[in-house]
């Protein structure tokens, strides 16, 4: 089982940037995408960004030009670099990864950003 933990959530005013991390620990050799998810309340949730075992990512247009996927050599651990915040980006944010055959997601427990002045 791939375990992830999220870190580096928080408040941050209108138009600052935040850096998200998630640590996979386990079979990480096995990962074929990790991405980050969120929701806001009442909201179903969505994909933010991904990225492939490849390094091919994926962005909601919400957020295209402003976030930033990324992960480190190890492909152990995924970041999400967040700037230009507004407050329609205030929702918990999920990590998540798929990995395994056949495949299987796992999630971590969710870290709160807030955006607000």
């Known amino acids: 089982q791939v375990h992830l933990m999220e870190s580096g959530g928080g408040l941050v005013q209108p138009g600052g940037s935040l850096r998200l991390s998630c640590a996979a620990s386990g079979p990480i050799y096995s990962i074929s995408a990790m991405g980050w998810y969120r929701q806001a309340p009442g909201k179903q949730r969505e994909l933010v960004a991904s990225?492939?075992?490849?390094?091919?990512?994926n962005y909601a247009d919400s957020v295209k030009g402003r976030f930033t996927i990324s992960r480190d050599s190890a492909k152990s651990t995924v970041y999400l670099q967040m700037n230009s915040l507004k407050p329609e980006d205030t929702a918990v944010y999920y990590c998540?990864?798929?990995?395994?055959?056949?495949?299987?997601?796992?999630w971590g427990q969710g870290t709160q950003v807030t955006v607000s002045s």
């Open positions: 998540n990864t798929v990995w395994g055959f056949p495949l299987r997601a796992s």
């Open positions: 990225i492939d075992s490849g390094g091919s990512t």
